[in-house]
């Protein structure tokens, strides 16, 4: 099956930094889709992006599908942003990433 | 009103019970999913449906059934708890059309389940 994975595994900012969180699946998708799971556990979708950039406030993500890789970016990150990130790739049901668990400091 | 409601929220219960979780949604989606996320981890697939009636068996099937009622309701079941069976449940729902997902995919709030 397809495997999905994520790196880095931990990030540890200071308020107010920039990151980069990747996200390499071994073959081709139909789309794909990244959450932030709050530290209560909820699930956020945060995009949905088959091909292209996409940008919703400080968060952008790129999905470049022919090299099987999407990235996220956060700006200016803030304490809220704190939580797991899960990439997961659609075929005909979610494969879920291991995920990276972002922790950010005041 | 949320996407798609999972009840109950949270259980604690004992080896050897059955426990049912349910989902249910509003968006009108034909597909819908169970997931498990143990501590620390993704979420693995348990079951999915593609419609009423088509019951699809996932990455960890095992000590779980399922039951697709309605469009709009996916109900979880353990036959027989036990301990490693103790995650955060998710439902999720889907639109499928012409090969591909139309939507993203909505997740419930989750189901703590503690198996004692």
């Known amino acids: 099956g397809i495997q999905v994975e994520q790196s880095p595994p931990d990030l540890i900012l200071q308020e107010g930094a920039n990151s980069t969180l990747r996200c390499n699946f071994s073959?081709?998708?139909?789309?794909l889709q990244w959450f932030h799971q709050n530290p209560w556990g909820q699930l956020i979708n945060l995009f949905y992006?088959?091909?292209g950039t996409k940008q919703n406030g400080r968060l952008s993500a790129t999905t470049v599908a022919t090299e099987r890789y999407s990235l996220l970016y956060i700006s200016s990150s803030q304490t809220t942003d704190s939580g797991v990130y899960f990439c997961?790739?659609?075929?005909?049901?979610?494969?879920f990433g291991t995920g990276t668990r972002l922790q950010v400091f005041p | 009103d949320a996407d798609v409601t999972q009840t109950p929220r949270n259980r604690i219960t004992k080896t050897g019970k059955r426990i049912m979780l349910e989902c249910s949604q509003t968006?009108?989606?034909?597909?819908m999913y169970w997931y498990r996320q143990d501590p620390g981890l993704g979420l693995r697939l348990i079951y999915y449906?593609?419609?009423?009636?088509?019951?699809n068996k996932g990455e960890i099937s095992d000590g779980y059934s399922v039951s697709r009622q309605a469009q709009a309701k996916f109900s979880l079941s353990l036959e027989s708890a036990i301990p490693n069976q103790t995650a955060l449940y998710f439902c999720?729902?889907?639109?499928?059309?012409?090969?591909?997902?139309?939507?993203?995919?909505?997740f419930g709030p989750g189901t703590r389940l503690t198996v004692l």
């Open positions: 997961a790739v659609n075929t005909d049901k979610l494969i």
């Open positions: 073959d081709s998708v139909n789309n």
């Open positions: 992006i088959p091909s």
């Open positions: 968006k009108g989606h034909d597909r």
């Open positions: 449906s593609f419609d009423v009636k088509d019951i």
């Open positions: 999720a729902t889907g639109s499928w059309e012409d090969g591909g997902f139309t939507d993203t995919q909505y």
